[in-house]
Each structure stands twice: as C-alpha cells, then as structure tokens.
C-alpha cells in the first residue's frame, strides 16, 4: 500500500472488554513498531516486531497487552479487560529494515474506555 | 536511559516569519539518530527531516533545517517562511544507533506551533 493504514480509526469500549487493533505496515517493510500515545504527551513505545518475531515487548504496560504479528505483514494489538487508563491513540509504525531507516506512521487508532 | 526534553509546550508565528523549536536530549551512546516529526490535528505522525550525529553537517530540507550541536546535546528545528500549513504538534525523537537496541524511537513531549495569518 502507499502508507501504514490502522482499523478502526475510532474505538469506544466499556471497561473489561476486549479490543482488537489492527496495523498494516507498508508492502515489504521488515520492522513494525507499536505505540501508545496519551493525551497532550508524545508517543511512547510499546512493542517492536522485525518479519513475525516480536524482539521487544518491553513497553507493553501490563499483561492484558498481546501483539502479534503471524505472518511477517499485518499486526493485531490487543487489550484484554479494558480499563480507563488504557485511553489512547495507539500508532503503529514500520520501517524498511533496522538500521536507521525512518519509521513511516499510520494514523492512529483512538481507544477511549467508558 | 536516553530522554528528549522539549521546553517549549507551545509557539506562535506569524505567517512568513522564521520560527525555531528547541529540543535538548540526554545519552552516553555516540552514534544515534535524530528526527523531526510533524503531526497535524489529523493525527498522521509525519517526518520532517532526520540527522545522524556521526554527520557534522546540519541536515536541510527545503523550509525546515537543524542546529544540531552534539556537544550540547542540543537539536533546534528552524522553520523558515512558516505557512499556515505549518500549523502543528511537533516532536523531537532519538534513535539509537547500536546494534543491541530494538531502534524504536523516543519521543519528546512535543510543540504545539500555531502560525498566525
């Protein structure tokens, strides 16, 4: 595709459901970043995957955070057991290889947990 | 740990005028990256231009240019002619370098930068 696309671009939940984000990087792009982005502050680091194999899950705040990526392209992030403070924009971003290579950014999926 | 600070929560310019960002950084690494990132009230993260701190030459890109002094640990953004366009967040983020880093980036906590017509 011409950029990295995020669905939904709008999420509401209730607190204690699941959610699905979903990341598609940019054709061919071997590294694929999640971030977490809260309100008036920059955008913090949560997981990195280099093809399907996640290398970094450090950032992930808690262990109802799971991010996988099976096939190497697209990335599903998923919060289990929603709470408030899991409100955010959540952006994915991807990047040719490691190295230095500039990481391209999607538009962001917002989450507000109700 | 490496951290970005951007002093200036918010900017005003005028249409036409030149307009610099400041962003201080802390690290004991030699070799890393740093980036401008632009994202406008639609949210789409964008780069303006990015230095690599192993060039002494600061980096250009048409309207926007850097004053990247290493020793300072400093990394201004000027912008120069500012449209209306210019109108935005603007984040200053590092990238290490090193082969034992996963290369995500670090963000500061970002310039809002109203241009006035």
């Known amino acids: 595709g011409a950029g990295v696309s995020q669905s939904p671009r709008y999420k509401v939940a209730k607190r204690g459901q699941d959610v699905a984000l979903r990341c598609d990087p940019i054709?061919?792009?071997?590294?694929l970043f999640w971030y977490q982005q809260a309100l008036g502050q920059g955008p913090e680091f949560l997981t990195y995957?280099?093809?399907?194999?996640?290398?970094?899950k450090s950032g992930l705040p808690s262990d109802r955070f799971f991010a996988e990526r099976p096939e190497g392209s697209v990335s599903t992030l998923k919060i289990q057991r929603t709470q408030q403070e899991d409100s955010a924009v959540y952006l994915c971003?991807?990047?040719?290889?490691?190295?230095?290579?500039?990481?391209?950014f999607g538009p962001g999926t917002r989450l507000t947990v109700l | 740990a490496q951290t970005v600070t951007q002093s200036q929560p918010e900017m005003s310019v005028q249409e036409a005028e030149t307009v610099t960002l400041s962003c201080t950084y802390d690290?004991?690494?030699?070799?890393?990256?740093l980036f401008w990132y632009k994202q406008p009230p639609s949210r789409q993260m964008i780069l303006v231009i990015r230095?690599?701190?192993?060039?002494?030459q600061n980096a250009t890109e048409n309207r926007f240019s850097v004053n990247f002094q290493k020793a300072a640990k400093s990394f201004s953004l000027k912008i120069s002619d500012s449209q209306l366009g210019d109108a935005a967040m603007y984040f200053c983020?590092?990238?290490?370098?090193?082969?034992?880093?996963?290369?995500?980036?670090?963000f500061g906590k970002g310039t809002k930068l109203s241009v006035k017509p």
């Open positions: 971003a991807s990047s040719l290889a490691w190295g230095g290579d500039t990481q391209y």
């Open positions: 054709s061919g792009h071997v590294s």
């Open positions: 995957f280099q093809n399907e194999a996640q290398l970094d």
């Open positions: 690290t004991s690494e030699s070799d890393y990256y």
């Open positions: 230095q690599e701190a192993y060039k002494q």
């Open positions: 983020a590092y990238r290490s370098a090193y082969g034992g880093s996963q290369g995500n980036l670090i």
